[in-house]
């Protein structure tokens, strides 16, 4: 698999468990951008795998979601499905 082909698996997975968290926790994606201080459209470029956030707004993200951190990067497998 090429590295792009990895890359988009990484940040698709990402996503889908952000996407989950948010939902999990009865949040909106814009009630999350708000309490974690980005605007929605961030928040959106994330989810969809535009945009990957850095490590400091990824711990944030966990915290507020209640996550690993570890499990929102990597996934159950801890980035053995990579």
Do not use: C, N
Request: a positive charge.
């Amino acid at each position: 698999m090429s590295r792009e082909k990895i890359t988009e698996r990484i940040l698709e997975t990402f996503g889908e468990r952000l996407k989950k968290a948010i939902k999990g926790k009865g949040l909106t994606s814009k009630a999350f951008a708000r309490l974690l201080g980005v605007t929605s459209v961030s928040v959106s470029r994330y989810i969809t795998g535009q945009h990957t956030p850095s490590a400091p707004v990824i711990a944030q993200m966990a915290f507020l979601l209640d996550v690993p951190k570890t499990w929102l990067m990597l996934g159950d497998r801890l980035g053995m499905d990579r």
